[in-house]
Nanobody, 117 residues
Framework: QEQLVESGGGLVQFGESLRLSCTAS????????MGWYRQAPGKQRELVAS???????WYSDSVKGRSTIYRDIAKNTLYLQMNSLEPEDTGVYSC???????????WGQGTQVTVSS
């Protein structure tokens, strides 16, 4: 059964770092375009970083310059390294995988990131 499991969230202070992980099972993430989404309290879910099957990356302005998205093919795991965290980074971070042909698509359950000022 295909599954994405996130980990690495937590409570940190302003300026600290976190690395989020998203491990895929049941499919090879190398064949999928993948992304990290954030849903802040009271806001809609938004894409903050993505990586395509050719390893090209994209970042939202809110995390650009402070975050790095990458994948480890051998571990079938996607990562999001976030530095210089700000309270505005608080939210539930979810991992998404969409096959390079468009379907299927999978979501993880999310991991909470809370940044205190």
């Amino acid at each position: 059964q295909e599954q994405l499991v996130e980990s690495g969230g937590g409570l940190v202070q302003f300026g600290e770092s976190l690395r989020l992980s998203c491990t895929a099972s049941g499919f090879l993430n190398s064949l999928y375009n993948m992304g990290w989404y954030r849903q802040a309290p009271g806001k809609q879910r938004e894409l903050v970083a993505s990586i395509a099957t050719d390893d090209s990356v994209w970042y939202s302005d809110s995390v650009k310059g402070r975050s790095t998205i990458y994948r480890d093919i051998a571990k079938n795991t996607l990562y999001l390294q976030m530095n210089s965290l700000e309270p505005e980074d608080t939210g539930v971070y979810s991992c998404n995988a969409r096959h390079l042909r468009g379907n299927p698509e999978f979501w993880g359950q999310g991991t909470q990131v809370t940044v205190s000022s």
